[in-house]
């Protein structure tokens, strides 16, 4: 499975952007689907999961303002971003399994797949 994401870019605090992650190779269907982020000088940090058995599963800080979402169809996965905050800058990635362990969705290393990422940048 090959993964781009994409629709990254500089908003304003409070805006809202949709980040998309296409996959190709591979159904989508199947997989169990991750984003995570990277802020300068940080470590990785999960941001949400759609696993394929239950509904979707959030970070505590994007829980309300973001969400996460697959259309089969278009084999790609969204992440809907609203009331974008300072602290949301960061590289974007997502990430595909499929079989990984609930238990393990916000393990980014957990994940089979994953593509380059894309970057937010939100200014105040």
């Known amino acids: 499975v090959q993964l781009q994401a994409s629709g990254g870019g500089l908003v304003q605090a409070g805006d809202s952007l949709r980040l998309s992650c296409l996959a190709s190779?591979?159904?989508?269907?199947?997989?169990?689907m991750g984003w995570f982020r990277q802020a300068p000088g940080k470590e990785r940090e999960f941001v949400a999961a759609?696993?394929?058995?239950?509904?979707?599963y959030y970070a505590d800080a994007v829980k309300g303002r973001f969400a996460i979402s697959r259309d089969n169809a278009k084999n790609t996965v969204y992440l809907q971003m609203s009331s974008l905050k300072l602290e949301d800058t960061a590289v974007y990635y997502c990430?595909?399994?499929?079989?990984?362990?609930?238990?393990?969705?916000?393990?980014?290393?957990?994940?089979?797949?994953y593509g380059q990422g894309t970057l937010v940048t939100v200014s105040s």
């Open positions: 990430a595909a399994d499929p079989s990984i362990i609930y238990s393990s969705i916000t393990d980014f290393s957990r994940y089979r797949y």
């Open positions: 759609l696993w394929r058995r239950s509904g979707p």
């Open positions: 190779g591979r159904t989508l269907t199947n997989y169990n």
